[in-house]
Structure formats: C-alpha cells, structure tokens
C-alpha cells in the first residue's frame, strides 16, 4: 500500500511539474483600457479584438513555439490607475502591451513601461504627445489628432466658414487636444469661432453652455471630448431650441452616444478611420467575429491588429525582447486587417485616412461622400 501511494504521489509530482513546466513556457502579453468607468464600452472592444487575436495567433503556432496568454488591466481612463497598472504589467516582465484608450492614461503609463522594458501599442489614443516624447516603445495603430483635427477643419470650413461656429472640450488630453487641432486648423483658413469653451467630463448639466449657444446663435458646435457628454449636450441643446449641427471625433464613433441621444442623434458628425469592417483584408476576422454574434466596431479590430504587428516582428526578429521587436516594428512592414502598416521612426503609422461620418435616425453611421 505505502508503495503505491509513493508511486502515485511520484507520478502526481511530476505532472504538476511538466504542468508547471508548460505553463512556464507561455508568454505573457496583455491588453489595458477602461474595463470599467464611463468608457468602459472602448474597453470592451479593446479585450474583443485581444481575445480573438490571442486565440487566432495561438491556433496558428504561437510566437516562437510558445503560446500567448492575455492578462487583462483596468484603468478605468485614470491616470493614476493607468500608471498603477503600467507598473505591475512591467514587474511581471510582460513585454508587450496592447493599450490604453484615453491619451491621459497611455502618455503617463508610457513613461512607466518604457522604464521597464514593456512594448506599447495603443489602438486609439490619438493626442499627438504620445509619440512625441522620443520614447522608444511607443507605438499606434490609429491616426493623430493633428491629423484628425485637419479633416474637421475641412469640413467646417467647406460648410460653415461663414456661421457661427462653437469649439467646446472637456479638459482632458484627448478632448482638448483634438478641440485645439481642430480649431488651430480653422484658424489657420481664416476662419474664426464665435465661442470657445470649456465643460467638465462627467457632468450632466450643460443648461449654461447650451445657452451660450442660443444667445451667440451657434449654427456649428464641435466637440472635443467623449460619447456620454456628447450625447447629453445635443439632447439638452435640443431641448432648449438650439438646432446647430454637432460634430465630434473618433471617440463618438461608439454606438454609445446614439444609445444616449436617441433619435436626436441624426445628423450628427464624427471623424474616423474609414470603416475598418469594410476592408477586404478584415473579411476573414469578421466573419470569426459575426460567428462568435460579435459586432467588431470601434477599435476592435484595431486591438487586433495591434497584437498581429507584435507577434510578426516578435518572429522575424527571433525574440519577444521589447526593444528588439520595437526596432523590427519600425524596420519593417505588418500584413494586418487593418491593411498593410508600416512606421515612423516616432512610432506612427504612416498611413493617415481619417473621414467624415453622418448619423441617421437609428443611430447607425455612414462616411460622407467625397466633397460634402
């Protein structure tokens, strides 16, 4: 009896040992947003796009012969948070991570992983500041606000160089970012805004700027800020009367800020990629995620491109050591859903395609066609 026991308790050891052992040659990556908070909606895509690329990569052989495992971390769009994270994701000695969304988290946390040796790859923060730091490991599958702020501008112009033009922002790096590109830009064609304010993100009350648009007779109010405030200043400006057409950027492209604005949000304008669900190179990853009754909007499918360019230039550069995948990522060009990307020596993407989108009465969007 004793023999047996010692015979099975051997043969347990050892396969929790080879278990250990299996486990030991996984590699760690993960992804970073706002899993919680009032962006949480961007988070979700975020681990959507990280979930099937994860899977889609592992089925295919791994990174170098081993499996890829997700860690998953919650900023909840807090800076403080953001870097909390950043810290932890780097004392694991993760190489790579695929985050965040708000440019307020991914600049601070950028500072974090490039002090230990972390890869970053953000799939939609846009504030120009990101990549120009000259850190070495900062990277982006999406455009720029300066960029983003100059097809605004251009509609603005085009539309309503002679109206009464209003430039709101909600503070934060993004918001008011891409309010500044925006209005820079307007400026610089000669035209000038009627008003230029402020609000806070996470208010509820705009009953004061709305009526700073009534007396000022704004015809054309852009917004820099998010979805949720978005919404509930065009319900509230037509609630008090005020008809001026409402233009954000990327970050009203959540299906969100129709949820919240209801029917009101027709007519209503946004800047963004050209719909990354249309593109050929997407077709196959679609249909993957329409079978799993998953809708890839936003930037699913930007979280995962982001995690393809990583595992192409972890293989062709024969390691995951952050600085060495960060110099092939930049030597080199990456077949993605997303098309071919290829990089700036500051880690942009040197593809810029930024459109403009319309709302209709259900909520869903189109691109304009050219020249409107």
């Known amino acids: ?4 026991l010692r015979g099975y308790f051997l043969a347990l050891g050892a396969s929790l040992a080879l278990s250990g052992a299996a486990m030991a040659q996984d590699i760690s990556v993960a992804v970073v947003g706002p899993m919680t908070g009032s962006e949480a909606s961007f988070g979700q895509q975020f681990k959507n796009g990280a979930d099937l690329a994860i899977a889609d990569i592992n089925a295919a052989g791994g990174v170098l012969g081993k499996k890829l495992k997700l860690e998953v971390g919650d900023d909840a769009c807090d800076p403080k948070q953001a870097v909390s994270v950043a810290e932890k994701m780097a004392g694991a000695r993760i190489p790579f991570v695929v985050g965040h969304f708000c440019s307020s988290t991914s600049i601070p946390a950028s500072d974090a992983y490039a002090e230990g040796n972390v890869l970053q790859i953000t799939p939609g923060s846009t ?7 000259g850190l070495w490991n900062t990277f982006r599958v999406c455009g720029r606000d300066d960029q983003q702020g100059t097809v605004a ?4 112009i085009k539309n309503y160089n002679t109206k009464n033009v209003a430039i709101i922002h909600d503070k934060t790096t993004y918001g008011k970012g891409l309010a500044d ?12 805004e009627k008003l230029y304010e402020a609000y806070t993100k996470g208010d509820k009350d705009f009953a004061a700027l709305v009526s700073r648009f009534k007396k000022e007779s704004i015809d054309f109010v852009y917004v820099g800020g998010y979805y949720a405030e978005a919404a509930l200043i ?3 400006m037509r609630e008090q009367g005020v008809n001026a057409v409402l233009m954000g950027g990327d ?5 969100q800020f129709a949820a919240i604005a209801g029917p009101l949000a027709e007519g209503s304008l946004f800047t963004f990629s050209p719909d990354p669900r249309k593109k050929a190179t997407a077709a196959a990853t679609l249909k993957k995620f329409k079978d799993k009754g998953i809708d890839p909007d936003g930037y699913t499918l930007y979280s995962y491109a982001a995690f393809q360019i990583w595992s192409q230039a972890a293989a062709r550069a024969q390691t995951t050591d952050a600085k060495k995948v960060a110099a092939a990522i930049k030597a080199g060009s990456w ?3 997303l098309g071919k990307i290829s990089y700036t020596p500051k880690g942009d993407i040197t593809l810029i395609d930024y459109v403009v989108y319309r709302r209709d009465k259900d909520g869903n969007y189109a691109e304009l066609p050219a020249g409107q």
């Open 153 to 156: 501008a251009a509609y603005i």
């Open 251 to 255: 970050a009203l492209v959540d299906k």
């Open 1 to 4: 009896m004793k023999s047996a």
């Open 127 to 133: 504030n120009p500041q990101f990549t120009e730091r």
């Open 234 to 236: 065009l319900r509230q």
């Open 335 to 337: 077949d993605t859903v």
């Open 181 to 192: 590109e925006t209005k820079k830009a307007i400026n610089a064609a000669g035209v000038k």
